[in-house]
């Protein structure tokens, strides 16, 4: 209990502290700049090089009066949309890194007043990608704190284990404090380093854990644009996560690990990995996990991944036991929607509970396809997927898992924001009497429908309907529906609030394995931040 109360004074402490702590006289735009600003200059250069549709007006280039923010942002956001433009059709290098890095620079001073402008708000996401550089921070330092606390609680479910307890009813704190700081000292060497405290409190309920989350080095060809190794403690997340996460909703999952990036034609990037669970962040799971992911993007939102990955990862290890994964991920823009599909085998070695271990033969993967549209003036996400995981009847009546798909180290929503179902694997459920039941294989089938209500608030409702592929004899393959409806309020750029209820309606399944149907409620509200202050590179200040 100290230690969760100590970390909720630090949060509220930088909340109050924060805003002080974040001013930075020498990257601030005052209400009202004239010529001699360093701001107008640049916006008045860009706007003439990229032929703007709107230039600065005369009255601010030749007598020089003053103009507002948030006249000046609109007059960014033009040169925005024209830079946008000509990355569309002649690709990114066709404007410099240095005219990006100043853009990128007064969007960031300026983007309380962009986000007021319907224009920006509808392209925000091809303006980020064009100024995005991965490669090189536009920061020296960084330092701050991000994570979320949240309240939450369930009925007819244990959250502990995750567990169905038909009666049970519970509620609890749960926090997750990450400060850190990031350092780029040169634009060849980033130094990273992130704490985390994490547990949960309530009724019988607690857990409380502070150790390293993440820290590494990362040291980059200062030559050649898109070759690093980084070595330390780090995450390895990929395409959607559906194979590789980091469990963002509870604690993480983090490894000891080196990556070496290396790209040998442009827009092909691989990745090389190799490294061991971080054990104070993988829920009890020992082991190592090393392999590649290739990313060839061909076009503005379309790209082709190719991975192959060895994981030993399990929390009961025996000798010789390996899942080997192979997937392919394929995305692609089609006009105002967007197409995923992620196939994957698996092969290894599983240990069958007695003296040896069996071949693997799984395979598994998801399709998902996503949409905006404008209706009635309000933008409106909808969203029609299905993922599939391989099982088998012998797993379903106690024999051996090896046709099992698993994809345990995902952080996806398509098994569902309640952690009913873990992963794609299939679900396992124990009667009165401690007898185990288990439904293998899992077909999930996913529509959701999401609106914003205002450009700082969202509502989004999703239905997930899960069935098995094998169960035992005279036992239902229908495990039921998940519905989710959240609410999201961003309060700014490093601070929301999310409020959501989410209903399990149990299926033949639950009441065969356990003798019940009842269904399972969670419902939550948790403050999610990032809080931080940063000093820009002086090659990025050009005042």
């Not at 089938?445 to 989004?460: N, Q, V």
Request: overall charge negative.
């Amino acid at each position: 209990m100290n230690k969760a109360l100590f970390l909720l004074s630090l949060v509220v402490c930088t909340l109050c502290w924060n805003p002080v702590f974040a001013a930075d006289d020498g990257e601030q735009i005052p209400e009202q700049v004239t010529m001699s600003h360093w701001s107008c200059k640049q916006i008045a250069e860009l706007a003439r090089k990229y032929d703007a549709e709107k230039k600065l007006p005369d009255t601010v280039e030749v007598e020089g009066k003053p103009i507002s923010r948030a006249e000046l942002a609109k007059y960014l956001l033009y040169v925005m949309d024209k830079v946008v433009k000509k990355c569309d059709l002649e690709g990114k290098e066709a404007v410099s890194r240095e005219d990006l890095d100043r853009i990128a620079t007064l969007h960031e001073a300026l983007k309380d007043e962009l986000v007021k402008y319907e224009g920006y708000l509808t392209r925000r996401k091809a303006i980020e990608a064009v100024l995005a550089r991965p490669e090189v921070p536009l920061f020296e330092y960084k330092v701050g704190a991000n994570g979320f606390l949240r309240g939450e609680g369930v009925g007819n479910f244990r959250l502990p284990d995750f567990s169905y307890a038909p009666g049970h009813n519970e509620g609890r704190f749960l926090y997750r404090v990450k400060p850190y700081l990031y350092w780029h000292p040169t634009d060849w060497l980033d130094i990273h380093a992130e704490g985390q405290g994490y547990g949960f409190t309530g009724g019988s309920q607690y857990e409380g854990k502070v150790s390293l989350y993440q820290g590494f080095a990362e040291v980059k060809c200062p030559k050649v644009e898109g070759y690093s190794l980084k070595a330390g403690r780090q995450e390895l997340v990929y395409g959607s996560a559906f194979m590789l996460g980091s469990d963002t909703f509870y604690k993480g999952l983090s490894y000891d690990a080196l990556r070496l990036r290396v790209t040998p034609v442009r827009p092909l990037t691989i990745d090389l990995f190799g490294g061991w669970y971080a054990t104070p962040w993988s829920g009890g799971l020992k082991g190592s996990l090393a392999g590649g992911y290739a990313t060839w993007t061909f076009a503005e939102g379309s790209s082709l991944d190719a991975y192959a990955f060895r994981d030993s990862g399990s929390a009961d290890r025996h000798a010789g036991e390996h899942r080997n994964s192979f997937g392919l991920r394929g995305v692609a823009k089609l006009g105002p929607a967007r197409l995923e599909v992620e196939p994957v085998w698996q092969s290894g070695r599983l240990f069958n509970g007695v003296d040896a271990t069996d071949s693997i033969g799984a395979w598994g993967g998801h399709a998902d396809l996503t949409a905006d549209a404008v209706i009635a003036g309000v933008t409106n996400h909808f969203l029609a997927g299905a993922a599939y995981g391989s099982g088998s009847r012998d797993a379903a009546t106690g024999g051996s898992a090896r046709k099992e798909f698993l994809n345990q180290a995902n952080d996806t929503s398509l098994t569902g924001d309640m952690s009913v179902i873990g992963d794609i694997s299939g679900l396992t459920l124990t009667d009165a009497a401690g007898t185990e039941h288990r439904a293998s294989g899992l077909q999930i089938y996913t529509f959701g429908w999401g609106i914003d209500l205002a450009k700082d608030l969202t509502f989004s409702a999703t239905g997930r309907y899960f069935l098995a592929n094998y169960a035992e004899g005279g036992f239902s393959r229908r495990l039921g529906l998940e519905t989710d409806f959240t609410v999201i309020y961003a309060v700014s750029d490093n601070l929301s609030v999310i409020a959501g209820y989410d209903r399990f309606f149990t299926g033949g399944f639950f009441r065969d394995a356990t003798g019940s149907g009842r269904d399972i409620h969670y419902g939550y509200l948790m403050l999610q931040f990032d809080l931080s202050h940063e000093r820009p590179k002086l090659a990025t200040r050009q005042k």
